[in-house]
Structure formats: structure tokens, C-alpha cells
């Protein structure tokens, strides 16, 4: 049976390993929260006593439980309400229920289950039936949960199927007639005076050539295998680099571009044209963010106590809608007209070749934050590594357009 000093333990009938999560427990008893407490902290689990029905509904929205014990009956929301209320957030994921009643129906069995928990148990509760029950649903919700990845994986696979299919498509029937219109457009060009206003509005049919066209590189990108040429860079190099391409776009949209770039920096493995085309989707994201104006910031650092390098771009723009956080590296997902929706998605592709993650943070109408971390190459630490301090102001370098 089950041995629960310490939850290392587990039911020697059963080879799966023990399951840890965090756990919800919803009494207005607080005896019986003391119960619960003891038990499964002693099994190992994360336990959170919640008095009343309301406030559970409000953790529960601010931060997801892994399962909850609800109690059947309590003085403000009762436990059936509760679970409909769960049930019916379509916001929220699925969670385990495990109802507990002191009285012992079998129509109350079934109302609960209909009602949507997931287990029922009586008061008084044997703690060896408790944690075997906590077990079985933690389980559910691990396999539920991977069930839900794997089609999610199979779902992105399919759609990126269909882009290796579209690029090579479209390379070979798009490309071809794009150049010779670029081609034909830049020979009339040639032809006309410099101060012709004609010359405006075939430089705007270029720019929207190079616009298709960088949206076909993505296409093919995202369909073949990405092939790096990986050498030492400086990430502060590449940042230089780059802001010379969108200088234009930022002073026709008055955008100040501040860069603090700490200094000394160790070395990344990277490459650097996919780097830097990182660094550009993420510019003009932010750009575009800005219609009215705004500051764009990008700060790099080095943290050697956990060997790794940042960069972080910082707008003040319309910033991302909370619900919309979650899927914004996903393939073909945009807000923006026109937009491909694969400009984030490449991002993420090529960070996670290189071993790097990126993280993103955002409050609509006060602007968004990209915060990239790469590991460093450990012989290529700075020369003067024991003079980088946390104040960037001293180290660092500072320039502003």
C-alpha cells in the first residue's frame, strides 16, 4: 500500500512513479484544512487551504492548481456550484475535482459526477484512500495533458507540412516573375529624372517586392532544415549591424532607437545572418508597434554566476493582448494586417537551434519586452570578465538615434 513519509514511496502494485502536483484544498472547516495539509505535505505535494468557494474561484484564475478537494457543502458557494463555474470557464484548462460530502446518496454520487468532478469521497476519509485518489487524478492530468501536447505537436506539424509544400510552390512560381518585375521596374527608374515624382511610386512597388519576397525566404525557412554556420559572434556586433537597416524605418515613424550595450562581452555561438535576422523581426515587430512614435531599447548583459548572455528589446508600443501572449510563436498567427505570421515563429525556430529561449512580457497600450538568453562560449570569456558589473552605465555603452 501506499507509504507516505517523505513521498518517495509508491504502490507496490503499481510500477508508475508517485505524482507531485499542486493541490487545491477548498473546506470552510479548518480542522479538516489542517487534515488535508498534513497528509499530502507529508506525501510531497503543494498544498493551498482556501476558506470559501469565491476566493477559490479567484485563486484558481490567478494561478492553476494541478487538482482540487472540494468540499460538497459550504457556507457561501457550494461545492456543485463551484465545479460548474470551473466547468464553464473556457479560459480555463482541465483541472481534476475531487468533491468530498459527509452524506453517502447514490444520487448524490451521480449528481456529482455528472456535474462535473471527477472523483467523490466521504467524510470521514482514510488518508490512505485519499492519497491513492490524489494519485489517480494527478495521473489523469498528467496524461491529459500530454495527450493535449501531442496533438498540438501533430497540428503544427501538419501545418508546417503544408508550408514545405506552399514554398516550394511558391519559389519557383512567385520568385521568378517578382525578379523581372523588379528588374523592369528599376529600369524605368533609370530613365526617369531624379526630381520626377514618378521615381516615389515605383520606389514603393520595389519595397513591397522585398516585402514578398522576405515573406518567401520565411516560407522556405520554415520548410527546410535550418543550415547554420555556427562560429564565436559578438552579440554587441550584430546589434550594430542591424540597427543600420532599420534606421530609415525608425525616423520615418519617430522612433529613438537607445541602445546600452554592456561591455566586456563574452563571446556567442551563433550565426550570424540568422541572428540577425532574430534581431530584425523583433525590430520591426516593435516598430510597427509604434505608429505614433515611441522609444526602442535594446540593452544586452552578461550574468556569469549562470553562464549566459542576454539581449532585451524594449517598446512603447501597443503592446500584446493577454490572451493572445500564449500563441504569438505559433506558424501563421498575426494581428497585424498584412502581416505573415511567421515572423515570431522563425524567431523561436532559430533561437531554440542555437539553445537559447526567449521570453516575452507585455501590457497593452505601455509596450512589449523580448528578453533573448544565449549560453556563452566559455573560452571566449572577456578579458576584463572581473570588471562587469551589474551597473551598465559603468561598463557599458550607450548610444541613442
Known amino acids: 500500500m501506499w507509504a507516505v513519509p517523505g513521498g518517495t514511496q509508491?504502490?507496490?502494485?503499481?510500477?508508475d512513479p508517485m505524482e507531485y502536483g499542486k493541490i487545491y484544498c477548498v473546506d470552510d472547516d479548518p480542522d479538516i484544512l489542517l487534515l488535508y495539509h498534513a497528509i499530502l505535505t507529508e506525501a510531497g505535494h503543494d498544498v493551498?487551504?482556501?476558506?470559501?468557494?469565491?476566493?477559490?474561484?479567484?485563486?484558481?484564475?490567478?494561478?492553476?492548481?494541478?487538482?482540487?478537494?472540494?468540499?460538497?457543502k459550504m457556507n457561501d458557494i457550494s461545492g456543485m456550484e463551484m465545479c460548474a463555474r470551473?466547468?464553464?470557464?473556457?479560459?480555463?484548462?482541465?483541472?481534476p475535482i475531487i468533491m468530498v460530502t459527509g452524506v453517502d446518496s447514490k444520487e448524490g454520487k451521480i449528481k456529482s459526477l455528472e456535474g462535473g468532478t471527477d472523483d467523490y469521497m466521504l467524510k470521514p476519509f482514510d488518508h490512505e484512500e485519499l492519497l491513492a485518489k490524489v494519485q489517480v487524478m494527478l495521473r489523469i492530468k498528467r496524461l491529459y495533458s500530454e495527450l493535449l501536447q501531442t496533438?498540438?505537436?501533430?497540428?503544427?506539424?501538419e501545418k508546417l507540412a503544408a508550408v514545405g509544400q506552399l514554398a516550394a510552390a511558391m519559389a519557383h512560381e512567385i520568385r521568378n516573375p517578382l525578379s523581372i518585375i523588379g528588374a523592369s521596374v528599376q529600369f524605368l527608374q533609370s530613365k526617369l529624372e531624379s526630381n520626377d515624382e514618378r521615381r516615389g511610386i515605383m520606389d514603393t512597388i520595389l519595397r513591397k517586392i522585398l516585402e514578398i519576397d522576405s515573406t518567401i525566404r520565411e516560407l522556405l525557412m520554415v520548410a527546410r532544415p535550418l543550415n547554420l554556420k555556427i562560429e564565436p559572434l559578438d552579440l554587441n556586433d550584430c546589434i550594430r549591424d542591424v540597427d543600420g537597416f532599420i534606421k530609415e524605418k525608425c525616423l520615418a515613424q519617430r522612433v529613438t532607437h537607445v541602445q546600452d550595450l554592456f561591455s566586456p562581452m563574452p563571446k556567442v555561438s551563433g550565426d550570424r545572418e540568422h541572428l540577425q535576422r532574430v534581431l530584425l523581426n523583433l525590430y520591426i515587430n516593435?516598430?510597427?508597434?509604434?505608429?505614433?512614435?515611441?522609444?526602442?531599447?535594446?540593452?544586452?548583459?552578461?550574468d556569469p554566476e549562470i553562464g549566459r548572455v542576454s539581449v532585451r528589446i524594449q517598446d512603447t508600443g501597443e503592446g500584446i493582448r493577454v490572451e493572445d501572449l500564449s500563441h504569438?510563436?505559433?506558424p501563421f498567427f498575426s494581428k497585424r494586417a498584412g502581416g505573415s505570421g511567421l515572423g515570431l515563429f522563425v524567431v523561436k525556430m532559430i533561437?531554440?537551434?542555437?539553445?537559447?529561449?526567449?521570453?516575452?512580457?507585455?501590457?497593452?497600450?505601455?509596450?512589449?519586452?523580448?528578453?533573448i538568453y544565449f549560453p556563452y562560449t566559455?573560452?571566449?570569456?572577456?578579458?576584463?570578465?572581473?570588471?562587469?558589473?551589474?551597473?551598465?552605465?559603468?561598463?557599458?555603452?550607450?548610444?541613442?538615434?
Do not use: C
Open 328 to 330: 504569438i510563436f505559433e
Open 48 to 72: 493551498v487551504k482556501i476558506t470559501n468557494g469565491a476566493k477559490a474561484l479567484e485563486t484558481i484564475e490567478l494561478r492553476l492548481p494541478d487538482l482540487i478537494i472540494l468540499d460538497e
Open 10 to 15: 509508491q504502490n507496490q502494485e503499481d510500477d
Open 86 to 95: 470551473i466547468r464553464a470557464n473556457k479560459a480555463l484548462p482541465y483541472i
Open 378 to 401: 566559455k573560452n571566449e570569456k572577456p578579458l576584463k570578465a572581473s570588471n562587469a558589473v551589474s551597473d551598465t552605465d559603468k561598463t557599458g555603452e550607450r548610444s541613442i538615434h
Open 151 to 157: 496533438r498540438q505537436d501533430l497540428v503544427k506539424a
Open 351 to 371: 533561437i531554440d537551434e542555437l539553445r537559447g529561449t526567449i521570453e516575452v512580457k507585455s501590457e497593452q497600450e505601455r509596450g512589449t519586452v523580448f528578453t
Open 286 to 302: 516593435a516598430i510597427n508597434s509604434m505608429p505614433r512614435g515611441g522609444e526602442l531599447t535594446t540593452r544586452t548583459y552578461w
